[in-house]
């Protein structure tokens, strides 16, 4: 079992590793206290073979329910994304830095909450483990939360963007928006603005498949 001071999921990691033995797993990780307010833990999806992986932030209300990722209005807002980029997600692979769903209860109403720093790393062992078995040529993080889970570090999007960077196992990283920005931001000129941002970043990552490694502050 975890301490509760240096909460992790490693103890809970399978010692033989592949996609489903981890996701198996996963449902019975107590690496910190989210498992219990949430319906179900919800782990990566996509094709050992992608060579494009996306980190979310953590499930929302609807991939609780569903127990797949970007599976909500974010999800779509991920979808129309990806098809102006040209990219089909079923030959992505899709998770997030936090695998259950973080809420909390104001007068009946069901709200999702930011993970915090702690979550983030504790759900960290889950994140290398996806990374090792897919083994991408690029790294996508949609938003703050995936970026730290990603670098280890606090980032902002406006110091991280335009530039490659590199996830903390060496994959080249690019860091853009989450795409529930592109539908909850105030204003339709600035939605519009960071969406238009995301498909951008979607391209680049698009193009750079086919193109030599990318160095990291190229
Ligand atoms: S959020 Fe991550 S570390 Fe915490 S219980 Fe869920 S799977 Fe385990």
Redesign the pocket.
Same mark, same amino acid.
């Given at each position: 079992m975890a301490r509760s001071d240096h909460?992790? /999921?490693r103890p809970?990691l399978p010692d033989k590793r592949n996609l489903k033995s981890l996701a198996e797993a /996963?449902e019975g990780?107590?690496?910190?206290?989210?498992?219990k307010g /949430?319906t179900q833990?919800v782990f990566g999806e996509g094709p050992r073979d992608a060579r494009l992986l996306l980190v979310g932030e953590a499930p929302g209300q609807q991939e609780d329910k569903s127990g797949r990722p970007f599976a909500g209005p974010a999800g779509e807002a991920l979808d129309r994304a990806l098809e102006e980029a040209g990219l089909d997600r079923a030959t992505l692979y899709i998770t997030n830095a936090?695998?259950?769903f973080k809420s909390e209860n104001v007068d009946g109403e069901i709200r999702g909450l930011k993970p915090r720093v702690s979550?983030i790393n /504790?759900?960290n062992p889950?994140l290398q483990a996806e990374i090792e078995e897919i083994q991408p040529r690029i790294v996508i993080a949609l938003g703050t939360v995936a970026a730290r889970g990603l670098v280890g570090r606090a980032i902002t999007i406006g110091e991280a963007r335009e530039q490659w960077m590199q996830t903390k196992w060496g994959q080249p990283l690019i860091v853009s928006f989450h795409p529930s920005a592109s539908i909850q931001a105030p204003f339709q000129e600035r939605r519009d603005r960071i969406f238009d941002a995301l498909v951008y970043d979607l391209e680049r990552a698009r193009d750079a498949l086919n193109e030599p490694r990318p160095q990291p502050g190229a």
């Open positions: 909460p992790s /999921a809970f /996963a990780c107590q690496g910190c206290p989210l498992y /949430a833990v936090v695998k259950h979550e /504790a759900c889950w």
